[in-house]
């Protein structure tokens, strides 16, 4: 069967050394290699202020006490997306207020937000669902005319483009995640963000206990609430090699995405997405709306393919549910025809043409 999602690690011949050097160099906590991991993160991704943390969650959880949630203040969302989005906001103590979603792209829909933002709101979540950046442009101008931070979970999105830049810096703060099926991985880990050089620097502290790494015990004086986030020397390693690699990895599901792009055809059963205006996405997954949806999952999984909507809609979850009466009607539509087809460095250009074909066959 080919898999939908799949781990990929550097051959052991090209790894292990470099894990065995870190693990028995006396020296595994945070340290010197997360600050190579970090910065050479950021040349290859032309990203600035990187803060690893030990996920990806951990990565919006200090997003949203940056942007300065607080316990009963609103944060907007949406609900098409994996739970650790809406779980981090619940974890800050605020309220989910789910907006519709674009019918295009499955992303959150901007003029929804709008609609929703309120003197409670704090914090607006969009999510670059699959890999399909969000309509940056529109959201910018909210992030400015409302003056409310937006925070960009990209854990689907790492190496999507807008206007020919990676995703990162646009908004207030941008979430990674290099959890085991993430585009890379660090066995765990996650990377947030940060525009503003103020922020970035309180993040080092709610990173690590509210202590400052720059001066030594006796002399730090904790003033905030912090975690334990911070990632270790031995992930980081990990993540030194994974850079290596992520490039050529990131172009085979470009590769895929862009094939399937070409070659599906629009249907009566089938339709694929559409991106916004100057977008490039990763495709982590490539998402088809599809009527008769089972359908389509009983004919590729006889044919050796896996396909499935792999996210529940997370206000279906009790302790995620909307917290608002908010008309969600492209959701709903949304949530039962997405259907996402194997896209990554492991499908071959011949599975491909074969997956293809038979969507192109069922589509007639
Ligand atoms: C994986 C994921 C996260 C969180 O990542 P972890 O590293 O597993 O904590 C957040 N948001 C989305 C959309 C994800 O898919």
Known sequence: MIPLVKTFLPEPQVLMPQIEEVLYSGYIAQGEVVDKFENTFQKLFQVNNCLSVNSGTSALHIALILAGVQPGDEVISTSITAEPTNVAIKQAGAKIIYADIDLKTGNIDPVS??????????????????????????????????????????????????KGENLGNHFRYTCFSFQAIKHMTTIDGGMLVIKDDESYEKAKLIRWFGLDKKKDRMSNNITLQGYKYHMNNVNAQIGMVQLQFIEDILKKYIDNGIQYDAQIINGPKVEKLQYYVDTKPSYWLYTLKVKDRDNLISVLKENGVFASPLHKRNDLH????????????????????????????????QERSLIISIINDFNK
């Open 113 to 162: 937000v709008e609609m929703l933002i309120t003197h409670r709101t704090r914090a607006i979540m969009v999510v670059d669902y699959a890999g399909v950046p969000v309509n940056i442009p529109e959201f910018l101008k909210i992030e400015k005319q409302y003056n409310i931070p937006i925070i960009q979970d990209s854990a689907h999105a790492l190496g999507a483009k807008y």
């Open 318 to 349: 009790t302790f995620l549910k909307s917290q608002s009466n908010t008309d969600l009607t492209n959701t709903n539509i949304f949530s039962n025809e997405m259907l996402h087809i194997p896209c990554g460095w492991w499908v071959t250009a």
